[in-house]
């Protein structure tokens, strides 16, 4: 089988999956960069990918010359819009053959939620007949693909994947007497973070300590904040870091990442904190969520400050702390051999 997968970049969160495909089949991946510089300030590098052929499509006539070449191959897209050359190279496929879809729900939020849900009703009009699947991340992005008006019977749950390096040495949590959150992500209104900050000021026991790793146009406000409420001993910010560094923090000194977005298409650092046994505590509104399948792994709240207060204030007044180990082994059991599995034989029967 030959497949070919058209992303924008060499995405770090979807080459564990190609990677295991290009094992036993020819695996193109087309992309317009090697990587986006605001992903390079956060800490992201190019994944190392196996035995994936990598092609730089930076033009339609590179986007052409590629189609032509495979014609008759199963032809993937991540995301059903994705600017001109993805889009030009989208619809020149289907006129040629069906096509499937690899994609994060629209980012619902405010007014603009209205008009992209008619305008993804269009897209469902224009491309129904053309689509074979769309692999969902999430429960959040099945909802989104369904309520857009595509056949449910075509919309599969599906998620991003992570991997540590091939040296990465296992190590314990370091004890403390303080429960240890962590914030990773930039620091702006989508994120939620401002909420997080004004739930745990709430907190009556101050026997905690948030970590925030990441940067953005919040950053003073909420520092300003803290400090109005005197709790500069509470909370570090920690700026950007690279993302084997978060991996290790979190393994390390975290007792939990929390991640409070206001909606997040997915949210990878929950399957990185997972991945070392650090559980989550997760807003509904992400798409990552979905791998929160028992009290074991964290929790999911509502993004509402009582409803976080009360949360932290339980975990926090109990020294409620996870085994990692356990955590370790139900990630790697349920989301990542499983889940690969799964995605092997979908692909083999199209």
């Not at 919040?218 to 560094?245: M, P, R, W, Y």
Request: proline share 1%; glycine share 6%.
């Amino acid at each position: 089988m030959v497949l070919v997968f058209w992303q924008k970049m060499i995405s770090m969160h979807q080459a564990y999956y190609l990677k295991i495909l290009a094992q036993t089949n020819r695996v193109i991946l087309a992309v317009e960069n090697e990587l986006h510089d605001d992903r390079k300030l956060q800490g992201w590098k190019v994944p190392e990918m196996g035995n994936v052929e990598i092609v730089m499509v930076q033009s339609k006539k590179d986007a052409q010359n590629l189609i032509d070449n495979t014609k008759n191959f199963l032809h993937i897209f991540g995301g059903i819009k994705g600017g001109e050359i993805h889009d030009f190279a989208l619809n020149t496929v289907i006129k040629q053959q069906k096509i499937g879809v690899i994609a994060e729900s629209a980012i619902q939020l405010g007014y603009k939620t209205f008009f992209k849900k008619w305008y993804y009703r269009y897209l469902c009009f224009k491309y129904r007949k053309n689509i074979s699947f769309i692999l969902a991340m999430g429960k959040i992005g099945v909802n989104w693909y369904k309520s857009c008006g595509f056949d449910p019977k075509i919309i599969h749950q599906f998620q991003y994947f992570t991997e540590l390096p091939k040296d990465h040495v296992f190590i314990n949590r370091e004890s403390s007497d303080k429960i240890r959150f962590t914030y990773v992500g930039q620091l702006i209104h989508r994120k939620g973070v401002d909420t997080l900050i004004k739930a745990i000021e709430k907190v009556k026991n101050k026997n905690w300590h948030l970590n925030i790793i990441g940067s953005g146009v919040l950053e003073q406000q909420l520092k300003t904040e803290i400090a109005h409420h005197n709790l500069t001993d509470n909370v570090s910010f920690l700026g950007n870091k690279k993302n084997e560094e978060i991996v290790s923090f979190l393994e390390s000194h975290s007792d939990y990442l929390i991640l409070p977005s206001r909606f997040d298409g997915w949210g990878a650092v929950v399957n990185e904190s997972l991945s070392v046994g650090t559980p989550v505590l997760v807003s509904k509104n992400c798409g990552a969520s979905s791998l929160i399948i028992n009290d074991e792994l964290g929790y999911v709240f509502k993004l509402k400050e009582k409803e976080i207060t009360a949360l932290l204030e339980k975990i926090v007044e109990n020294k409620i702390v996870k085994n990692q180990e356990k955590i370790k082994e139900i990630y790697n059991r349920e989301f990542t051999n499983k889940k690969v599995k799964q995605l092997i034989e979908f692909l083999n029967k199209r």
